[in-house]
């Protein structure tokens, strides 16, 4: 991890996050490194809210912060299910998958978390007696209800 020194009420450029103006150190010691959870994040706009960096960042994942490998090439490739289940679980209201093809078994969307499938083939790891849906949506077992979201 890179450590750069800053003076408290310095404004960092911002152009890494989305819709930025600026993030302004407020915590911490007068100069040293900073934690994502030290760093202030003010969105732009009329009655934004502030965060920190670290809420902001864990509103989205990606399925590769997980370990996911999009490798998957008819049945074989990388199983991911457990890298995909592991994002889903994190806490993240909107989970991405990256470009590829990704082999996975029966994975289930907590409530209130979007699973970003744009670009991404998600490839059915063979049963051998399951007949399990794929995808399950909340707490429902009945197989996918809802998938995709409108993108103007």
Do not use: C
């Not at 809210?49 to 994942?61: D, G, I, N, W």
């Not at 592991?86 to 978390?113: C, E, H």
Request: hydrophobic share 35%.
């Amino acid at each position: 991890m890179a450590t750069t020194n800053f003076t408290s009420g310095t404004v960092i450029a911002s152009d890494w996050l989305n819709d930025v103006d600026a993030v302004v150190y407020g915590t911490g010691s007068s100069t040293g490194s900073l934690e994502a959870s030290q760093v202030s994040y003010i969105p732009s706009g009329t009655g934004a809210v502030a965060t920190t960096v670290q809420t902001k960042l864990r509103e989205s994942v990606s399925v590769l912060d997980f370990g996911a490998v999009a490798d998957g090439s008819g049945i074989t490739g990388t199983d991911n299910t457990t890298y995909f289940q592991n994002a889903l679980n994190s806490g993240a209201t909107l989970v991405r998958a990256p470009y590829g093809n990704y082999l996975i078994d029966t994975i289930s969307i907590p409530s209130g978390v979007e699973l970003d499938l744009r670009g991404a083939t998600l490839l059915f790891k063979a049963h051998t007696t399951s007949h399990n849906p794929m995808i399950r949506m909340g707490n429902s077992t009945a197989g996918v209800t809802q998938i995709g979201r409108a993108h103007v």
